[in-house]
């Protein structure tokens, strides 16, 4: 009987110790709940605020083991939270920028013709592919790598160099292949952060012709045409442009480009812009300014019963003045007008579709009589027809016939030779699976070579084949 008082006085004492505690764990979880309400602020989060618990002494070392378990696990979810949340600038830029490309692999072979010729008399040759004469087989006409991504809501970036182009007279005039060379490298600005509107920094593509701005990994055709391409010849320069897209216009574009249609990317509706104005890569010379402008809208044609049907229409200006490379060395000292208006319309092959362009102006152009460079007229475009095939035992295809026509100066050459080009071309594209692309051409082509030195017209028939692998 005398060692049972003890007992129930020391078990009295313990109960009397365990509510304490209970007591005050009560009160921390209190304190710790309303400082994790405060921390959820961002005021709290920039300050650092040590959490409530951090202020807590810590419990008596003779707390019962079940009871002590509990306040660190509480404790460990504040930091864990804190942790977990986004950082203030949304995702990092590095993590939005995107890496693409594709690779652009060629046959091309003159069937029939004047391959070769004595020397003033103009050879088969073209001026979209340097690759085409006589003793030529495979090539690798394009390699291209593009990174872009949005910096923040306000910027994004653009780069894309080509490592598949030839330099000569690298051995006793012989010509190699493979090097790299910077195609575009800009900045789009988004003033207002709505990207319908767009100021774009750098070196892209000019606005001028819908065949120049569409990309050659979409372009049917292996080549742009001499009439349009002749206005721009590498199709970028380096300068300041501004774009507008309005959203219903986006909308439509949209839409054509989840069906699969074959677009000339999203460059704007309108676009107006000032350039260096001597050409892709080359030394501003002169410092006179290329202005350059063009406007295109899409129309559906719901309206008139063609369910699905796109006619966009449009045109392109260019005001410009150029001195070409001359062939006794250096570039002229004198500049000549280089100006155009051009015209396009596109009705997107829904299953059949039909695309045309046209230009007229005045640009430099080597007289043969005069021995000069002179300010002479130019005119020409092309007309094109093609068709898609949705489903067939070898995947979707494309068949289509262009025709194309061009009179005048091609500006980029030296001595800005004459070109006299007309030529017909069927093709056939076929896509086994989207990251590969098979091209098959046959033309019948009567072209004055771009050499002031040849004269006269070459004629021929042109076998080509393109592989195009996307990655």
Do not use: C
Not at 128 to 142: A, H, K
Not at 201 to 223: H, I, T
């Amino acid at each position: 009987m005398l060692s049972a008082e003890p007992t129930q006085a020391d078990q009295a004492q313990t109960i009397a110790d365990l509510q304490r505690q209970i007591d005050e764990l009560k009160a921390m979880v209190k304190d710790l709940q309303a400082a994790q309400s405060a921390s959820a602020a961002p005021s709290a989060l920039q300050a650092g605020a040590p959490s409530a618990l951090a202020q807590q002494a810590p419990p008596p070392a003779t707390t019962p083991a079940p009871v002590v378990v509990q306040p660190p696990q509480i404790a460990s979810q504040a930091p864990v939270q804190q942790a977990s949340a986004a950082p203030r600038n949304g995702t990092p830029w590095y993590d939005r920028l995107s890496l693409r490309g594709y690779t652009q692999m060629r046959m091309n072979q003159i069937v029939s013709g004047d391959a070769t010729a004595p020397a003033g008399v103009s050879r088969l040759r073209t001026i979209g592919d340097g690759d085409v004469r006589d003793d030529g087989t495979f090539s690798l006409r394009r390699v291209r790598l593009v990174l872009q991504g949005d910096v923040n809501d306000y910027l994004s970036l653009y780069f894309q160099p080509d490592f598949a182009v030839g330099v000569s007279n690298q051995s006793a005039g012989e010509r190699r292949e493979g090097f790299a060379q910077l195609r575009d490298m800009y900045a789009d600005v988004f003033p207002t952060g709505d990207k319908s509107f767009r100021i774009r920094l750098g070196q892209s593509k000019v606005p001028y012709g819908w065949e120049n701005m569409q990309s050659s990994s979409n372009r049917l055709a292996l080549d742009r045409t001499d009439g349009i391409n002749s206005a721009a010849p590498g199709e970028r320069d380096l300068g300041v442009i501004a774009y507008y897209t309005p959203a219903k216009v986006q909308k439509i574009w949209g839409r054509l480009s989840a069906d699969g249609q074959k677009l000339f990317g999203n460059y704007g509706a309108f676009g107006v812009g000032v350039f260096n104005g001597q050409g892709l890569n080359r030394t501003e010379t002169g410092g006179n300014v290329m202005t350059v402008g063009l406007a295109t809208w899409p129309f559906e044609l719901d309206g008139l019963g063609l369910d699905g049907q796109v006619l966009e229409l449009g045109g392109s200006i260019m005001r410009n003045r150029i001195s070409p490379e001359l062939r006794s060395g250096g570039l002229s000292p004198v500049s000549y007008k280089d100006n155009r208006v051009g015209l396009h319309a596109i009705l997107y092959p829904q299953p059949i579709g039909l695309q045309a362009e046209w230009n007229w102006g005045t640009g430099p152009e080597f007289n043969p009589v005069t021995r000069q460079i002179e300010e002479r007229p130019l005119r020409g475009g092309y007309v094109q027809a093609m068709a898609r095939v949705r489903q067939s035992p070898l995947g979707p295809f494309y068949p289509f016939a262009r025709w194309q026509y061009y009179r005048g100066g091609f500006k980029a050459a030296i001595n800005a030779p004459r070109l006299e080009t007309e030529e017909l071309e069927l093709g056939l594209e076929f896509l086994p699976t989207p990251a590969l692309e098979l091209t098959f051409t046959y033309g019948w082509a009567s072209r004055r070579e771009a050499d002031e030195r040849r004269f006269g017209q070459a004629e021929g028939e042109l076998l080509r084949v393109q592989a195009q692998w996307n990655y």
